[in-house]
Structure formats: structure tokens, C-alpha cells
């Protein structure tokens, strides 16, 4: 019924990774001459962070029998969310830094839960009857209020 992939594609983000990535290069190779097997494993080493950056992304999918998130890498899975399991589902705006700490998979300052997230300020909020909260980034709120109120599951903010 709905899908959505997001990814860390930010501009700002990829020229830290790089610069980083690049500013330890030149240090590596113009301070002290390194063998080649130490340039090769710091390269390495220092392309991991990147390449990390570059496999993970965060696919929501919101189906009849309830929602489905996976955070790859880190989800071998899908995580799975019935319906009958949420006291609340809504979308919100939220504050990534002063919520979670910014943006990944992280859990919010005082009893907030976990969030995935990538990007922006607009996240699909789960309350579950039992268990703590959760938020799921999104960048297509509207559509995601539009469906949970078609199918019946949308509910009012809860503080």
C-alpha cells in the first residue's frame, strides 16, 4: 500500500565523510613515507565509514495487517508492527537534535524511545500498548496520514 526509501544523501554530510577520508590520506602519505601494506589497510580502513554511510537506508512499508520498517544494514530483517499492538499512530514534527541526538537509530531523551530516522523533521510516531515508543523518519507525512486515516489507524497526538 505504501512504500518509502530513504537514504543519507545529503550534501554537507558526504563532504565531511570524504574530507575526513581525504585530509587522512594526505596525512598518512606526507608525513612519514608509509609501506605500501600500511597505505592499503588505511585506505581501507578509512573507506569503511563511507561505504557504511553509502549501503544504509531505511525502507517503511505500510501494509493492511500493519508496518513494516528495516534499517540496512543494521536489520537483517524486517521489523514488524501489527495493529493491534499501537495504542497511537500519527505523524509529527520532531526535533532530531534535541529529541535524539540527530539522526540514525537512536533513543530519545527522557522516555521518547527509539527513532529511525536519515533526514528532516517529519516522523510516522508509534505508541504500542505495551513497550516503549518509536518514530520513523519520513518525507512523505501527508501521504502517510492520508493512508493511516483511509485504513481506519490514524489517531490524535498523544503527549
Not at 602519505?29 to 561505504?51: D, E, H, N, R
Given at each position: 500500500?505504501?512504500?518509502?526509501?530513504?537514504?543519507?544523501?545529503?550534501?554537507?554530510?558526504?563532504?565531511?565523510?570524504?574530507?575526513?577520508?581525504?585530509?587522512?590520506?594526505?596525512?598518512?602519505?606526507?608525513?612519514?613515507?608509509?609501506?605500501?601494506?600500511?597505505?592499503?589497510?588505511?585506505?581501507?580502513?578509512?573507506?569503511?565509514?563511507?561505504?557504511?554511510?553509502w549501503q544504509m537506508k531505511l525502507v517503511t512499508r505500510i501494509a493492511e495487517e500493519g508496518i513494516y520498517v528495516r534499517f540496512t544494514p543494521f536489520?537483517?530483517?524486517?521489523?514488524?508492527?501489527?495493529?493491534?499492538?499501537?495504542?497511537?499512530?500519527?505523524?509529527?514534527?520532531?526535533?532530531?537534535?534535541?529529541?535524539?541526538?540527530?539522526?540514525?537509530?537512536?533513543?530519545?531523551?527522557?522516555?521518547?524511545?527509539?527513532?529511525?530516522?536519515?533526514?528532516?523533521?517529519?516522523?510516522?510516531?508509534?505508541?504500542?500498548?505495551?513497550?516503549?515508543?518509536?518514530?520513523?523518519?519520513?518525507?512523505?507525512?501527508?501521504?502517510?496520514?492520508?493512508?493511516?486515516?483511509?485504513?481506519?489507524?490514524?489517531?490524535?497526538?498523544?503527549?
Amino acid at each position: 500500500m505504501f512504500t518509502e526509501t530513504q537514504r543519507f544523501n545529503q550534501w554537507w554530510l558526504w563532504l565531511i565523510l570524504i574530507g575526513s577520508w581525504i585530509t587522512m590520506m594526505y596525512a598518512i602519505a606526507t608525513v612519514s613515507p608509509p609501506t605500501t601494506i600500511t597505505f592499503i589497510i588505511s585506505f581501507g580502513l578509512g573507506m569503511l565509514i563511507p561505504v557504511l554511510f553509502w549501503q544504509m537506508k531505511l525502507v517503511t512499508r505500510i501494509a493492511e495487517e500493519g508496518i513494516y520498517v528495516r534499517f540496512t544494514p543494521f536489520h537483517f530483517k524486517e521489523k514488524f508492527y501489527d495493529w493491534d499492538s499501537l495504542s497511537a499512530c500519527y505523524v509529527r514534527t520532531y526535533s532530531p537534535l534535541m529529541e535524539y541526538g540527530g539522526w540514525g537509530i537512536k533513543y530519545g531523551f527522557g522516555g521518547q524511545g527509539l527513532v529511525y530516522n536519515v533526514s528532516g523533521d517529519i516522523g510516522l510516531q508509534l505508541k504500542f500498548k505495551e513497550g516503549e515508543p518509536l518514530l520513523i523518519g519520513t518525507h512523505k507525512g501527508e501521504e502517510i496520514k492520508a493512508l493511516l486515516a483511509e485504513l481506519g489507524r490514524l489517531t490524535e497526538s498523544v503527549k
